[in-house]
């Protein structure tokens, strides 16, 4: 694998990571302003 191969896999990685983790940050700040659970389930 050439270093410009690994390059875009580990871009690819980190780019799916972000972007999952922008998307949790962004339900939870909406959560706390709501009032809400952050995964869904109703703790009581």
């Known amino acids: 694998m050439?270093?410009?191969a690994k390059r875009g896999v580990l871009?690819?990685?980190v780019a799916l990571?972000?972007?999952a983790l922008g998307?949790?940050?962004v339900r939870f700040v909406m959560n706390l302003l709501?009032?809400?659970s952050l995964f869904g389930g109703?703790?009581?």
Do not use: P
């Open 2 to 4: 050439s270093l410009t």
């Open 11 to 13: 871009l690819l990685v």
């Open 17 to 19: 990571v972000a972007f």
């Open 23 to 25: 998307r949790l940050a």
């Open 34 to 36: 709501l009032g809400g």
């Open 42 to 44: 109703n703790f009581l």
